[in-house]
């Protein structure tokens, strides 16, 4: 061992080349003998490092590393899902601050999803709290912090929602924008036209919006998902509203931030709650969020015949999976779909009975 003492310190040094290095540090110890037990640690985490054995680090507690996850959440500038996941960590962490992240199971989520029920939370709700957790845990694995998770081969299942979307009828679409003020209306219209999100409509950006191009478009250039950037048709109801906003813009964004009485171009703005909640009000429409004008024209475009695959790409869903759960087709779509089999079944009947029997023809007519 090569321990000493630095004049005027209590604390053991220890002194050593490895591969040609010296290392001097102190120890921190007034034992001796615990002293050069540190040392001989410092040499045999060398020796594993230059074997190619990697010592792990200790796993992070959960309201640790909350705010490591959050901040990431906020640099990837994603507003909306960074206020959503801020409110679900306040959840969290009462149960599991405190815990580190490799120490959390699967038997505990489980526990803190019936406490979350016993509270009278929806099964979405509870739902929110655990996609978070899921998605912490999948940054830390990425980041080599822990090897695995618990809700790795399914361990974690989620609870079954009860829909919460609603597609508007067009009565419904005309007197809810009839009493909506012109910034909503504006808003609104896009998002029925285009099937944007409305955080998407409220970045937009001048030089986002082409209407000089052979077939107008929207470029969305970031987004929820990886295939929101796209580029997106404009409709004709859309395109004197692009035309007014762009013309009226003294910044970069077409929705800018409020502010008292004016406004910041600079910044897009936040939210349209407020406006939102006195349209229902005024207009006596039954409630529903914003974002199901987005769902309302997605069942639209389906009902419409769009095929699944332009209509995820329209919309920006990560995968078809995403566009069958969201398109939910209305009784009426359903309804004629049946009557074009129907059809499509007479007149085969019609056309084979021709070619055999005319007795058989006499016969499907008199029952038609």
């Known amino acids: 061992m090569s321990l000493f003492k630095r004049p005027h310190s209590p604390y053991w040094w220890y002194e050593f080349l490895f591969e040609g290095v010296r290392y001097r ?7 001796k003998k615990a002293a050069g037990n540190a040392e001989s640690i410092h040499r045999a985490k060398l020796a594993q490092s230059r074997a190619g054995i990697v010592e792990r ?8 590393f909350a705010k490591q996850f959050l901040d990431s959440v906020k640099v990837e500038r994603r507003p909306n899902t960074h206020r959503c996941y801020s409110v679900s960590v306040k959840n969290l962490l009462p149960r599991f601050g405190a815990k580190r992240l490799d120490e959390i199971t699967a ?43 618990p809700f790795v081969a399914r361990k974690v299942e989620f609870l079954p ?27 609104a ?6 099937g944007l999100r409305p955080e ?59 502010v008292g009485g004016g406004h910041d171009w600079t910044q897009p703005m936040k ?39 332009t209509l995820m790409k329209t919309m920006g869903h990560a995968d078809l999976k995403t566009t069958q759960r969201y398109v939910h087709l209305s009784k009426r779509h359903l309804f004629e779909a049946q009557v074009r089999v129907e059809q499509f079944r007479a007149e ?21």
């Not at 067009?170 to 909503?184: I, Q």
């Not at 998407?200 to 077939?215: C, K, N, P, S, Y």
């Not at 970069?252 to 409020?258: D, G, I, V």
């Not at 085969?348 to 038609?368: D, G, M, S």
């Open 271 to 309: 939210q349209l709650q407020p406006a939102h909640r006195q349209a229902l009000k005024d207009s006596g429409v039954p409630a529903f969020r914003l974002y199901d004008l987005r769902h309302t024209y997605g069942t639209r475009a389906a009902e419409a015949g769009m095929d699944p695959l």
């Open 25 to 31: 540090r102190s120890t921190k110890l007034r034992n």
């Open 189 to 194: 219209t896009i998002i029925l036209e285009m």
């Open 200 to 258: 998407e409509v409220f970045r937009m950006r001048g030089h986002d919006v082409h209407l000089t191009a052979a077939t107008p478009f929207v470029h969305v250039p970031c987004g929820k998902t990886a295939n929101a950037r796209r580029d997106v048709a404009v409709t004709v109801k859309v395109l004197p509203i692009l035309r007014r906003r762009l013309k009226r813009a003294k910044g970069e964004y077409l929705f800018p931030f409020r």
């Open 57 to 64: 680090r200790s796993a992070p507690s959960l309201k640790h």
């Open 107 to 149: 038997d505990e989520i489980r526990q803190f999803k019936e406490a979350r029920l016993k509270d009278g939370r929806s099964g979405a709700t509870v739902n929110r709290d655990l996609e978070c957790l899921r998605r912490m845990f999948c940054v830390a694995m990425k980041t080599d912090v822990i090897i695995t998770s």
């Open 348 to 368: 085969r009947e019609i056309a084979e009975a021709e070619k055999t029997n005319p007795e058989t023809l006499k016969r499907i007519h008199a029952t038609q």
């Open 161 to 187: 929602e009860n829909g919460r979307e609603r597609v508007l009828t067009f009565t419904e679409e005309r007197v809810y924008l009839s009493k909506a003020n012109p910034l909503l209306r504006d808003v």
